[in-house]
């Protein structure tokens, strides 16, 4: 966009909460304990509501704020896929297990879904740095009042 000086203003949003309801939910195990299982280890994942992405917009458009070619991102947390794991835990009540997944066993599943998450996932652990810095934390719905507010819609029950 800048290379043809079109006036854009970039926003670069985060993981979506609302993945963890219905494309990676805490998957229960025989013994009752669910794991959250993310092709993620030992980087912060940064994450907001799709609510709170649309809230940024209508801010930055309602301020004026965004000159050309200014780039902007936002992030409610950013946490380890553990930190998810005991979040859920604590409002739950349920015991939740973070299990780190290699992103190549979840591309060789070859469905599309699977191997376009195993792709965001790679890049976001090899460019965690660079992808977290550019995400302000800001201070809209957390991943623990998100967790709370859907606790119904994450466990399914």
């Not at 979506?16 to 794991?35: M, S």
């Not at 709170?52 to 917009?57: E, P, S």
């Not at 719905?141 to 029950?157: P, R, W």
């Amino acid at each position: 966009m800048t290379s043809i000086n079109l006036p854009v203003t970039f926003f670069y949003t985060s993981y979506y909460w609302e993945n963890i309801i219905d494309l990676a939910p805490p998957q229960k195990q025989e013994d009752g304990t669910y794991n959250l299982v993310y092709p993620l280890d030992n980087v912060p994942l940064p994450g907001l509501t799709t609510v709170d992405i649309g809230r940024a917009v209508v801010a930055l458009i309602e301020k004026g704020l965004g000159e050309p070619g200014e780039f902007f991102g936002l992030a409610s947390d950013h946490l380890l896929i553990s930190e998810m794991a005991n979040i859920l835990s604590e409002v739950s009540g349920e015991h939740v297990k973070s299990v780190s997944l290699d992103p190549q066993l979840l591309r060789e599943k070859g469905d599309t879904v699977s191997v376009m998450l195993a792709n965001v996932f790679q890049y976001k652990h090899e460019h965690n740095k660079e992808y977290c810095e550019v995400r302000a934390l800001i201070k809209p719905t957390s991943f623990q009042d998100f967790c709370k507010e859907n606790l119904a819609l994450i466990f399914k029950v």
